[in-house]
Structure formats: C-alpha cells, structure tokens
C-alpha cells in the first residue's frame, strides 16, 4: 500500500497541481474611454491621411493595480459611440481607417520596452461599427501595470467626414498563481 502512494505521488501530484493553476484562472474585461477623432468633410473627401500625432487622447491607461498574478491579454475591440446621436442622418462609421495598432509604454523610469499588443489591417468595410484587434504578444503585463504603463493607440487611414466617437474592451486572462 505504501508503494502505491508512493506512486501516486510521485507521478499524479505533479500533473494534479498544474492543472490546478488553471482552475483558478479567471478573465477581466475593462472599457477603453471614449476617444473622439475629429472629421472635416472636405479633408475626407481629398483623401487626406489621418495623422495619430494631431489627435488628442489617443493613450490612456488602465486600473488594474489591485490584480495579482499573470496578466495576459486575449481580445482587443474597438467600436463606435456616437452614430445618429444628435443627426439621425449621421451614421458614424470606422471605414475611414486603414489600420489600428495598440501598443503597451512603460511610464517614465522603468526599464520595460515599448510593446505591440494588437493590430488591425483594412480597409474596414463600408459601415463597419466595430473591429477586432489580432493580438500580438501575450506576454505578462502585470510588471507593465504594476511599474505604470499607458496604452496607446496609433491609426492610420484618412479623415473622417465628421467627428467620430470611439471607445473599447480590453479582456484580460488573470491568473493567480
């Protein structure tokens, strides 16, 4: 009998405790704040290029300092906010983007490198209110969060014909173990 949880032991605890870290894994979705893109329909329809170092708030950051454990990413979206709020003619729409990048920047001091969490490559369709970022790195961010980091977004494509609102969800694999 003795030989037999010796066996046990040796060979099943080990498999059993790292299946175990995975129960207690869990996700965490957090809103990105609303980020307003400023149209001119002129400019939209001479194809003029959105330029991300003219737009105000494209960073931002996130409060997740409570979290403990692994911090990974696992889906990135943006969608837009504002469509038909105040004209219901306006249908606000992200087909004036060509491309969509997130990147992670440690916050001045650390030692961290500048990481590219998530891209998105168009052209969007025609109409298109949401996008789904592929993401890219899936490295621990916990050290990012914990040291201070800001998130930020950098857009390619052209002008919008009018402003145009745009907010979205970050989902996160925590894992405390």
């Known amino acids: 009998m003795k030989k037999v949880i010796i066996l046990f032991t040796l060979f099943w605890m080990p498999w059993m405790a790292t299946g175990c870290t995975d129960i207690l894994a869990f996700d965490i979705t957090t809103n990105i704040d609303e980020i307003a893109i400023p149209g001119n329909l002129q400019l939209h329809q001479n194809h003029v290029a959105l330029s991300t170092g003219e737009l105000p708030n494209t960073s931002f950051t996130l409060k997740l300092d409570g979290v403990q454990g692994q911090l990974n990413l696992l889906e990135m979206r943006f969608f ?3 469509g038909g709020v105040s004209d219901p003619s306006d249908s606000d729409s992200l087909d004036f983007l060509d491309y969509l990048q997130v990147n992670v920047v440690p916050i001045s001091g650390s030692t961290l490198p500048k990481v590219v969490l998530g891209t998105w ?10 996008i789904e970022l592929i993401i890219t790195e899936t490295a621990n961010l916990s050290d990012y969060i914990a040291q201070g980091a800001r998130f930020e977004l950098e857009l390619g494509g052209i002008v ?3 402003e145009t609102s745009v907010a979205g969800e970050m989902t996160f694999l925590v894992n405390p173990i």
């Open 121 to 130: 490559s168009g052209p969007a369709p025609s109409g298109a209110k949401s």
């Open 160 to 162: 919008p014909a009018d």
């Open 80 to 82: 837009v906010t504002d």
